[in-house]
């Protein structure tokens, strides 16, 4: 990775939001995936996801969004200021509004309550809100939905989201790498989405590249 220009000057910022379905690993190490690559991160967890990543992960996250941050910044080795944490129901975060949303959202694990809502519209907490910012700007949003099976209800709703510009990326990872490990099983997604986001990324070798370090 390219090291950062002195300043801490950034680059272009991504918004992160974990939710309540499995897999909170693949969102925590997405983010720490685009602190290496320079990016800055706004984060949202949702109070769900909060109780996934204490079950899941030896990892204790903080609930309020100052002392959350400076534990993501610590986690991920992020400079000062290069994650930002929003709560449930900041709606003065640049997040709410077109005006000063990013380009780019990721929904990373993302239940099928959240596909829902952001389907329908609901835009009840800042989690959905943004991602009804991001549809309404025609931004790049990314659902990473991990739930089986899939409903026709889950299946309608990400239908309906795919016509409107979103990309569905289901946590379902695979296996012609042959990975050695869950770690590598996680990074298999998380390259993927660095793929829809155009960020240069050494996870792991696109079909037919050579491995880095081979």
Known sequence: MQPLEQGNTFKAPVSVALTGASGAQYGLRLIEVLVEAGHEVWVMISKAAHMVIATE??????????????????????????????????????????????????????????????????????????????????????????????????????????RLGAVILPAAPGFYHRPDSVDALIDFIVARILNQLGIHHRLMPRWGEQAPNS
């Open 57 to 162: 992960t030896d990892i204790d996250l903080p609930a309020k969004p100052e002392r959350l941050q400076e534990a993501l910044t610590a986690l991920s080795r992020a400079q000062g200021g290069q994650i930002r944490c929003f709560g449930r129901e900041d709606w003065m975060a640049p997040v709410a509004s077109g005006s000063g949303a990013p380009s780019a959202m990721v929904i990373c694990p993302c239940s099928t309550g959240t596909l829902s809502a952001v389907a329908t519209g609901a835009s009840n907490n800042l989690i959905e809100r943004a991602a009804d910012v991001t549809i309404k700007e025609r931004r790049t949003l990314i659902m990473v939905p991990r739930e089986t099976p899939f409903s026709a209800i889950h299946l309608e709703h990400m239908l309906t989201l795919s």
